[in-house]
């Protein structure tokens, strides 16, 4: 039986963005509608829906929600026929009032505060409190002022007492039913005489205090309101106007649509000012007052708002103002003004929920949800805030918690209410004083030492309590456009200013790319203390965010990042401060010195609360000493010459890829979030993953379990669908154990075949052509049936790689390069032309075809019969390119295979002053020549995967050991080989993504840095660039394979390379249904069916075809009829064949997939066998660590478990005794590294013999070994 292992590594991301369901609402087709009005969602169901702490941290924008406007239906005898000039005389005189109305309430509200800011004998405790009341919900703007405006004419010569009285008394109708009491009772205190405002608003040498100020005496006169200028609100979105703005701007949005007019500024700005403002943001309310002031006076020139007013939208008073907003950040008007616009439109929130429920609030119950978090409270205290003494009684206090006697801490906190504090910092200090207070009448030794740290710790907490507001999140209202000004100081370097403001200028156009930005804050608050600090957090990340911006704006961000990181070191902490788990009999000896040291070495333990779970931080855990998974940190400083690294630090540099799991309290496994962004070959790199307790793997390594999949919306017209999937349970890799017929020549490498490994459609026997892609990259194929743009031809590699007969060069290849080169240059050298343009040169130092055609077509440049054909230069040119592209990407793998070399990496020795001759092994030489140099080089093969998506640069390059002596000659290419330095010296339009492979693109990059300006002014880097690609052409081209060993090793080849093609999701657009979301869940699963293309009759698509086409010609070919479709996947086909998208993530070239193939003699589903035989739910929090990297480790390396001639599985009869014996198996294996050996021996124990144990294992005894 041929079984087809395909293991496809996935890399994680998460995202902090929600995905709003939209919901459409019917519209109504009753004859007596008298507006419709209809919205693609209802914004009140929207913000209860979201988690505004587990899904979005960010506080959820207007902007968010998408609008489809249908045309307004009025019956005849319901639509106004009023003359256009009667209704604009008409308005005009309701703007007027309006603008009467907003300076009225300005003129209450600011002697309302100055009295409450007056001497401290002027009011009463309850005077004080009621006119706090009220001035709160004034300066909210939620006292509705136009049906007001008669007062003013009550107001005319009267003493301050009666114009306040009045004021109140008439203010009464428009406030809630709970407040018209308060102003009732501050009415009745001023006519009683209790209250002397007279006295309280005298005026001074500075101020003065009048209800009218600002008010023309004569517009007093026409301040009185007519019945026919408001209207009360008669569908859910004329409601939602009359809620926040008043019945006022009811009729004037009905006036505005009715008669189709354009938006004026004016009203524009009346409607702004008049919104209601929960938030206590000064910086919010200014940014209004400043846009109703310029909209107000008509300051935005005409031609600009002509565009910006055209068909407004008149829904409801925040779809108008959210829309004319996004209309000014896209229009012409002066930076200033759109600066006021995207603040506004960030941060005004729309009033559908009770304004009392604030973030602070739902951070608060997150803190006490189960039980007080005491933990997550503590982690508030940090170095950067705290002194040393309190940092290290808060290691103290959290240590001694995790041994706490249960009844004890039980009997002191009965009776505690936590739900009496809405601060965190009250609630802190309330649980630690109870605490201190209770603890000495209980004679738990351990609970007096832990009184000792708090009481150490209370004054610090209490000093902070006065010094400013506390709390461990960072605000939602901080985004990246308030940080991004803090960068720009007189001394910034021009270079990083124009860089911030084009960053800053496409943050302002497309606002939405702004908030998702802003997701990718920490919440964290020990990780944005500073503005730049914040910034460095958040755009470190920005890699999760690929398939949502565009990678222009990627690259500039990336360029900042790397600027902050290494312009100022300090912003890095040395270590993370979340909670790793240690043993817990450290505890029981305080007094041995050894425990207490070995508990000094996890200063930050801690459990979550008091119900006996081991908390896991939701912060990323960091080990101490090792950096996270999207940092790169040099531990010394670097030297930098002409901008560029000359000297390195030695230590290597491991980047894991992105693997970020909620982070939630570990009894039983916890739902997990991931992120897919792409797939990889089976030969990936598989560098050592940290991994929290909740973190399994789906049983199916090509087929994710769902069982509940969110897609999240995002506002880029294209994308990759981001995928967050909830598994409730844990599930063990399902591992294919093969015995199988073994392979005659072993390795002990994973990672790299004994086979040979081309390219996909690279044949031996073919001529190979250099075409360029759609994407302009260079593809190298032997297939006839591309598309692409024609290239240049080679003769087939096993011409290339013979050796050369000297007189008669290429004598049996028919090919253009023979006709269009070589036989012009004979005809100019005649006969014997390769020695003439090699004179000088021992023409059999070239071993190979291609070794001589290159020397040839370099050395005929130089004279002056080729240089005064310009046809002939210009072919010469270009076939001198394709061999040095073709010879490392294609010929150079072939090298590698025929000699055997399975080692990650790969030492290339050779002679720079003599080019001819090399030799590429896995060891280093022992003795090298004076005149030759070693390079080491990733293993050829394994370049041939497709490019990293999470960091395109990160493993072109081998990771040495620190103190590798060959690690000093690649260390300047090392710094260079980063995003941010990549962009410097080649520009933001340097794609990596669009390459085919890792080979492709290190070659490509190895010589356009060469030709780089930046490289070209430094000697050193230039020279160590050109040693590297000498390195890589010289064995290339210069090592002979004979014909016969290139079949014999063809012939040997256990597997093939398939497209990978759940990686052409990404060319479809992000669902934003339900619907939607359940057929991309459907399509997926039937694009990972790894037989799709042979059951389509679909040959394997060329390599210059992209995403978009193949999926394309996927779905239309299933829809001929030519298989059997489930309905559900039929109908998931012909909703998306035409909303495929053939740009940017559907334009990238295909993923392709490394496929081996074993003859299995006995199969074991060792995955299940694993899962039913260790009981996850009954490990430690260790052990579920331990157990979690285990089984990723299985799953990332299969050979593992496929060559085990020297496991003895026949002796084994029942399933526990099988997996027990595999595990010490494995503990022999040399290539298994120490800590999957440390986690065997730790899980071991943990394997039952009994129960599932015990069912016997499959007779084996009948194969053969």
Known sequence: ???????????????????????????????????????????????????????????????????????????????????????????????????????????????????????????????????????????????????LLPVLSKLDNLDKNQQTRIILLSMMKNLPSYLQCTAKYLANEIELKRIDLNMLLKPTAFETFNYLANIDSDMILKSKV????????????????????????????YNLHANKQPLSQELFGLILINLPNPSDDPILEENIKYLYELTKNNMIDDKSWNLIGKDPNTDDAYSLVFSVLTKILHSNVQMIVKDAAAYVYHHLKIVVVPSHITPNLKYMHRLIEKDIDIAMLLSAIIPQEFSPDAIRMKDHLLTYLRNYRREDLDAILKGFNKFAYSDPLNLLLAFLTRLANRIPNLPNSNLQMLRQSITALLPALIVKKYARFFTPFVSPEVDVLILLDSLKTPEMDPVMGSTIDSIKFELIAQP??????????????????????????????????????????????????????????????????????????VFVDRKNPV???????????????????????????????????????????TEWETGLPVDINPAEIKVSPIITTDKAHVTKPQPYHY????????????????????????????????????????????????????????????????????????????????AIVLPPLIKTDKPIKVQISNNGVPVVTTDDHNTAEPGFELPEISELLKPPEIDDLLKDADSPIVSQVLQPLSAIFGKNYVKKILKGTDTKLYSTNIALLAAILKKAMIYPEVAKNPQLMNLI??????????????????????????????????????????????????????????????????????????????????????????????????????????????????????????????????????????????????????????????????????????????????????????????????????????????????????????????????LTMTRGDLLRKIILTALSGKIHLERQVLRALQYYKNKIEFTEMGALPIMWMWVEMYVVKAEVQLGDMIQETINFNELTHREKLAYNDLITYLAQNPNLLQDNEDFDFEKYKTQGEFVRGLFKHLLKKPQVNNKIKRNIQMILPRVTLTGVGAIRMPNFSGFKK
């Open 1 to 147: 039986m041929i079984v087809r292992n395909v293991i496809a590594i996935i890399f994680f991301a998460i995202t902090g963005t929600a995905f709003v369901q939209r919901s459409t609402t019917k519209r109504s087709k009753s004859p007596t509608e008298v507006l419709d009005f209809s919205h693609k969602l209802n914004n009140e169901d929207a913000l209860l829906r979201v988690s505004d702490f587990g899904v979005v941290r960010r506080s959820l924008n207007p902007m968010l929600f998408g609008h489809i406007y249908s045309s307004v239906h009025l019956t005849d005898n319901l639509r106004e026929i009023i003359p256009k000039s009667k209704v604009e005389k008409k308005k005009n005189k309701v703007i007027e009032k309006l603008k009467l109305s907003v300076t009225f309430r300005d003129n209450i509200f600011y002697i309302f505060s100055y009295l409450l800011h007056g001497r401290e004998d002027g009011l009463t405790e309850e005077q004080y409190m009621s006119l706090q009341t009220l001035y709160e919900f004034l300066k909210k703007k939620m006292v509705y002022m136009y049906n």
């Open 226 to 253: 007519k019945n026919d200028e408001e209207m009360i609100g008669f569908n859910k979105y004329s409601n939602i106007t009359q809620k926040a703005v008043g019945p006022v701007f009811v009729k004037l949005l």
């Open 512 to 585: 939405k790319i702004s908030v998702l930005l802003s997701t990718l804050m920490p919440t964290e608050k020990d990780k944005c203390l500073i503005p730049k600090q914040c910034l460095l957090n958040t755009f470190q990340h920005i890699q999760r965010l690929q398939s949502n911006i565009p990678l222009t704006l990627i690259t500039k961000i990336q360029n900042i990042a790397y600027r902050l990181k290494t312009n100022s070191p300090m912003l890095i902490p040395s270590q993370s401060f979340s909670s790793k788990p240690v043993d817990v009999n």
């Open 595 to 637: 425990a207490v040291a070995i508990d000094n070495m996890f200063p930050n333990n801690m459990i979550s609360n008091f119900n006996k779970f081991p908390y896991v931080t939701w912060n990323i855990n960091m080990e101490h000493g090792k950096i996270g998974p999207t940092m790169q940190v040099d531990s010394q400083p």
């Open 675 to 754: 992120t897919i962004s792409k797939k990889q070959s089976t030969f990936e790199d598989n560098p050592e993953i940290e991994h929290t307790p909740e973190m399994v793997l789906p049983k199916e390594i090509s087929y994710p379990i769902m069982n509940e999949e969110i897609e999240i919306q995002t506002s880029s017209p294209e994308k990759t669908p981001t995928k967050i999937y909830s598994q409730k349970k844990p599930n063990v890799p399902y591992i294919e154990s093969d015995f199988s017929e073994r392979v005659k020549d072993k390795t002990s490498n994973e990672n790299v075949s004994s």
């Open 877 to 1102: 040119q270009k076939y001198i390119a394709t061999i040095e592209y073709v010879s490392p990407t294609i010929l150079l793998p072939i090298v590698v295979s025929s000699m055997k070399l399975v080692s990650d990496i790969v030492y290339s020795t050779f002679n720079p002053n003599d080019l001819t001759n090399s030799r590429i092994t896995e060891n280093p030489p022992e003795k090298t020549s004076i005149d030759t140099i070693t390079i080491p080089l990733v293993n050829p093969k394994l370049l041939l995967q497709s490019v990293n998506p999470s960091n395109p640069y990160a493993d072109l390059l081998p990771t040495l050991k620190e103190g590798d002596v060959f690690a000093v000659t690649i260390r300047p290419l090392k710094k260079i080989f980063t995003t941010s330095k990549i962009v410097e010296i080649l520009g933001p339009d340097f794609q990596p993504f669009i390459y085919p492979n890792k080979g492709a693109l290190l070659i490509t990059l190895l010589h356009k840095l060469r030709k780089s300006k930046t490289i070209q002014l430094n000697p050193k880097l230039k020279s160590i660039i050109d040693i590297y690609i000498n390195a890589i052409e010289v064995p290339s081209m210069n090592i002979h394979v004979s014909e016969d060993n290139l079949v014999k090793m063809m012939s040997e080849t256990t597997g093939q390379w398939q497209p990978e093609l759940t990686s052409l999701m990404s060319a479809l657009p992000i669902p934003d249904s339900d619907n939607e979301i359940t057929m991309t869940e459907k399509l997926e699963q039937f694009l990972a069916d790894p037989t799709l293309l042979d059951k389509l009759h679909i040959a394997k698509p060329p």
